[in-house]
């Protein structure tokens, strides 16, 4: 008995870290408040991999499958978004990495005025797709087999990040609302997890940061006219906290400045907006995460400010070979 259970129960535990590490992450924070997620950036096995499925209902003065999140005062939108991707981790230079693709899905309606004239339209289809590649460059090395991920507690980890959209989305020159933006668009940022007390499962506390600064390209046919938009600064906070071993939450903090647009050299009015919001995640079993998710705006009184609520649903599930290839060993 004893002897099947010495190594029975790291095992077992490294594979709840793996799939739960996954689970937090990957869901999708390039649209819908272009919020990243809490817990998004903790490390985990090299040569994991991820498949998430989040499902968001958005509404708003602003088209929520754009990044550059473009008032339109007195505008009314509604959206529903569904974000599939994959994500794999893996080592490089002896330092924890991670690349993903993220595809938006989903439909948008409502009013948008454009150079005097109101559009009421629909936009439905496939979005741009996202790339992202993140490597870590200060705390602990790649975790490459079980020990190291039972030793690893991140400490304070800093990460380099790039995004880059591809304009491949569905777009319709003929009208300003759309999924796809028929544009190039990126972000650079420094992801940060502070670890705040113990590493232990049910006790963990993090708080997390993300500076980062989004550019756009032109799109040189909106509604047959250029649009340009200003970089756009970003910063994302998150307190998180374990409740139980499979059950935690988070508060959300995310703040808009910059990006203003212009059509034909008429410039609009520059971010400067606060959002917040409330994140709990469980565990549901060793590859499959459960996160329920709200986030609003909360400086937005005056006609030209932001105004965004989400409320977000999400379902990952996360495995590694070698943490399987223990469980098939185990049941035989």
Same mark, same amino acid.
């Given at each position: 008995m004893n002897n099947d259970a010495g190594p029975t129960k790291p095992v077992a535990w490294a594979r709840w870290m793996v799939a739960t590490i996954f689970a937090? +992450? !990957?869901?999708? %924070? *390039?649209?819908?408040?272009?919020?990243?997620?809490? $817990?998004?950036?903790w490390k985990s096995l090299s040569d %994991?991999?991820?498949v998430p499925l989040i499902i968001n209902s958005i509404s708003g003065n602003t088209n929520p499958f754009d990044p550059a999140l473009t008032v339109t005062p007195g505008a009314n939108f509604d959206a529903t978004m569904a974000i599939m991707g994959y994500a794999h981790t893996f080592s490089l230079f002896d330092r924890s990495a991670m690349a993903a693709i993220l595809v938006p899905m989903g439909r948008v309606s409502g009013e948008v005025t454009?150079?005097?004239r109101t559009f009421a339209q629909t936009s439905s289809g496939f979005g741009d797709p996202m790339l992202e590649f993140n490597l870590n460059i200060l705390g602990p090395k790649a975790q490459k087999n079980i020990p190291d991920a039972l030793r690893y507690e991140p400490g304070l980890s800093v990460?380099? !990040?790039?995004?880059?959209?591809?304009p491949i989305g569905e777009y319709d020159s003929s009208q300003p609302l759309n999924i796809g933006q028929n544009r190039w668009y990126g972000r650079v940022g420094m992801p940060v997890v502070w670890q705040l007390g113990d590493w232990v499962p049910g006790r963990r506390t993090t708080l997390e940061f993300l500076p980062a600064v989004w550019i756009f390209g032109n799109n *040189?046919?909106?509604? %047959?006219q250029t649009l340009k938009t200003d970089p756009m600064f970003q910063?994302?906070?998150?307190?998180? $906290? &374990?409740?139980?071993?499979?059950?935690? %939450?988070? !508060? &959300?903090?995310?703040?808009?400045?910059?990006g203003k647009a212009t059509i034909n050299g008429v410039a609009g009015e520059k971010l400067n907006n606060l959002g917040v919001g409330l994140t709990l995640g469980y565990q549901v079993n060793g590859n499959l995460g459960l996160t329920f998710g709200y986030k609003s705006t909360i400086n937005d009184n005056g006609p030209g400010d932001l105004k965004m609520d989400v409320f977000q649903i999400s379902l990952v599930y996360g495995w590694h070979p070698?943490?399987? +290839?223990? $469980? $098939?060993?185990?049941?035989e």
């Open positions: 937090t +992450g !990957l869901l999708g %924070g *390039t649209q819908a408040l272009a919020q990243v997620p809490a $817990r998004f950036y %994991g991999n991820a454009v150079a005097g990460d380099l !990040l790039a995004d880059l959209a591809l *040189t046919d909106y509604v %047959g910063l994302d906070a998150h307190l998180t $906290r &374990d409740f139980t071993e499979h059950f935690w %939450g988070a !508060l &959300d903090m995310v703040w808009y400045s910059g070698l943490i399987e +290839g223990s $469980r $098939r060993l185990k049941s």
